[in-house]
């Protein structure tokens, strides 16, 4: 069975992976739904609804991601499950 | 290979040094051009040297252990283990067609990008750490150790097999079929040298010489994949920042598609108009196939167990999204730069006056013009005038692209030096080797690892191991060379399937063994089963035997019917058949937690 630490890391984790999830929806399908209704605001001469799609979301993809790693990486040292004194340490 | 090892903890030193000395090379033979050096020789010469040195590089990089050749014993650093990633996820397929895909379906075509870098955000997030923690080399022993059955492995070596062996075919045509245009070797003799570039980089270091090759596959692709449509830019509108300026070419184009054949208003908005081809469902559904496709590919899964450690993981494929994302907000670009040239010099020209580019892709089956492929002014004429087109000028409808095309012609369109457009299909090239030799990598690794060392000699040597694995290499490369022979142009039809199917099978008993502690064997293999079975159907039936589409979604895009029905499969068979069994559900539990040993018993891998 998990420890109680366990568990309440691995509650931290679920809600961790579900804001990520809320917020990659919403960047992937949100705008690109949403787009027939954004027609008029441009942004470097294309529409919004297609700038997103075409690049904004995948800039907000990349710092999404490194925002995930961070805020996990801070929730597995709060519990003690931190595991990446060695790749630190290769690092620097 | 010292200089390189000393690289591994600086890999961005490693890309500028790539980088600088591909800038150095490319100009000298630009300048060699100049000076009226055959084309043919410049461009044989940057292909031999490119692809020659990376092949050194890898049949240089020895493994003598099992970690070293199935994992490269596990010590590679986030960075560089990102860079590998990215140039595994980035295929040979998708490094040519995704601009095409947009070209042609404009907006709807943006579907293909969020997936394809969506899907990266996901694995981090979902799978990658957890698969790291459990010690798997591969994704069938990630389940055979998660749910305890051998069963359960198996039927995911079935179809890890399909879908990698499908996928690896399409590589291997890419490669070959480039390879012959460029140098101009036999397509056949090509595929065989393909498959000998693809084994130089795996055969002797396995793990170990694939990452070190598909980094540097990664820089040479990423260079050729920008550096054309960063030049054009610049000299389109003074700006090398083509994510920027392709939005004035669209409307320009737009513009000239209006003075070429007016159209009511409404169409006039539509290259970047949303859902006006594919539909608003096909949107999703091209969306969710390629996001769940491309997070459960084994042969991508496979280098997450190459990083140090479950943060290694996650931060992999953190990096691996830089420069996954800058190829994909750069693929809108090409497809702009092209449509704008198409409508000022190819739609409503006259045939005498067409560009001698549309001509070479033509004779590499890219281009047709009247349903025949466009290999000269006479020959197009003649399609044109057999099927009573005989307009002097040539109609936007009477011309068709292959979604390859693009990539390949926007060096010509821009005037750029022969030497670049060379180096374009050495990009292309380097991109499906490294995804060729993931797969084969994966195959070799799953069949000896899953099937022969797990089923039937679970106490090999070290020795006999690595043996049966390059064994099993050499088997696939030449079996992927004979059905290229075999199938040729047709195995690309089937190029985007193993990411339907891989999604389909594997999205759902992915999820539930780690997010779900509930879920016991019986509804793994529910789960795979229908899954791919549902997708496998929906394809080949809709392939095959024309059947009708079920609410008019395209076959490739079957993971919007077979992964709802999969996690429904999971959890229904998992409630009806009893709790998981108790060594079962400490396999999750150390899954889960990041930090201590692998959950993987040690006496699996003998040294």
Not at chain 2, 105 to 131: E, M, R
Not at chain 2, 295 to 321: D, E, I, K, N, V
Not at chain 2, 384 to 395: F, K, R, T, V, Y
Request: aromatic share 12%; hydrophobic share 55%.
């Amino acid at each position: 069975m998990p420890s109680p630490n366990q568990i309440a890391w691995w509650r931290r984790t679920r809600a961790l992976m579900l804001a990520t999830l809320i917020l990659l929806a919403l960047f992937s399908f949100g705008f690109a739904l949403l787009s027939p209704l954004l027609g008029d605001w441009q942004v470097f001469n294309l529409p919004l609804g297609y700038f997103m799609a075409a690049n904004g979301s995948v800039v907000v993809f990349i710092g999404l991601a490194f925002w995930f790693c961070r805020h996990q990486e801070r929730t597995d040292t709060t519990f003690g499950f931190k595991d990446h004194e060695y790749d630190e340490k290769d690092w620097h | 290979m010292s200089g390189l090892k000393s690289f591994r903890h600086r890999p961005l030193a490693l890309f500028i040094v790539v980088t600088v000395l591909l800038t150095v090379f490319l100009a000298f033979l630009a300048v060699m051009e100049q000076a009226g050096i055959s084309t043919g020789i410049s461009g044989s010469f940057l292909v031999f040297i490119v692809l020659g040195v990376i092949a050194l590089i890898g049949a240089g990089t020895r493994s003598m252990t099992v970690p070293q050749f199935f994992v490269a014993d596990r010590n590679v650093p986030a960075v560089y283990n990102g860079m590998a990633l990215a140039g595994d996820w980035i295929s040979g397929t998708a490094f040519l067609a995704m601009a095409g895909f947009i070209y042609l379906y404009n907006f709807d075509g943006l579907s293909y990008i969020l997936g394809w870098t969506g899907g990266l955000v996901l694995v981090a997030v979902l799978i990658a750490p957890y698969f790291r923690k459990s010690g798997a080399y591969t994704l069938p022993e990630f389940l055979e150790i998660r749910f305890q059955s051998t069963s359960v492995g198996l039927v995911a070596l079935l179809a890890l097999v399909v879908c990698s062996l499908l996928f690896l075919v399409a590589q291997i045509y890419i490669g070959g079929q480039l390879l012959s245009f460029i140098v101009g070797l036999e397509p056949s003799f090509a595929l065989y040298v393909t498959c000998g570039l693809a084994l130089a980089c795996t055969l002797t270091g396995g793990m170990r010489s694939v990452t070190r090759t598909q980094a540097l596959q990664l820089i040479v692709l990423f260079l050729a994949y920008l550096g054309p449509v960063i030049l054009v830019s610049a000299q389109l509108y003074g700006l090398p920042l083509p994510q920027v300026t392709y939005g004035i070419a669209l409307k320009e184009a737009a513009e000239l598609q209006q003075a070429v054949s007016p159209v009511s208003a409404d169409q006039a908005i539509g290259f970047t108009a949303p859902f006006g081809q594919l539909g608003l469902l096909n949107f999703i559904a091209i969306t969710l196939t390629v996001t769940v496709g491309s997070m459960c590919l084994p042969h991508l899964l496979m280098r997450f167990s190459t990083a140090t450690s479950a943060y290694s993981a996650r931060r992999s494929a953190a990096w691996a999204l830089v420069f996954v994302g800058i190829i994909a907000i750069s693929a809108p670009a090409y497809a702009a730069f092209v449509k704008l040239e198409v409508f000022k010099s190819v739609v409503g020209a006259s045939f005498s006056d067409l560009p001698n580019w549309l001509f070479e892709l033509g004779s590499l089956g890219l281009v047709q013009i009247c349903g025949e492929p466009a290999l000269s002014v006479d020959t197009a004429w003649g399609a044109c005038s057999a099927i009573g087109q005989d307009s002097p000028l040539l109609l936007a409808q009477n011309i068709s692209f292959s979604l390859e095309a693009m990539v390949l012609a926007l060096p010509q369109i821009g005037g750029l030096p022969y030497v670049l457009g060379v180096f374009v299909v050495v990009g292309a090239i380097c991109a499906a080797l490294s995804t060729a030799s993931a797969l084969l990598l994966v195959l070799a690794n799953a069949i000896t690892q899953d099937l022969v060392f797990s089923v039937a000699v679970p106490n090999a040597a070290t020795h006999h191991r690595l043996t049966v694995a390059r064994a099993l290499l050499i088997f696939f490369a030449f079996a992927a060379a004979y059905l290229c022979l075999v199938f040729g142009q047709s195995v690309m039809e089937v190029a985007v399937w193993p990411l339907t199917i891989a999604g389909s099978a594997f999205l759902p008993v992915l999820i539930c063994a780690i997010w779900w502690r509930q879920c016991n064997k019986y509804g793994a293999l529910g789960a795979m089963i229908v899954g791919g079975g549902l997708a496998g159907y929906y394809l080949v039936a809709s392939h095959m035997n024309g059947a009708a589409l079920w609410f008019g979604v395209v076959p490739e895009a079957a993971s919007i019917f077979a992964v709802p029905l999969g996690f429904i499969a999971a959890v229904g068979i998992s409630l009806v058949s009893g709790a998981p069994s108790s060594d079962s559900l400490d396999q999750v539990d150390l899954m889960r937690t990041p930090s201590g040993p692998e959950v993987k018993k040690e006496q699996r891998a003998v040294f």
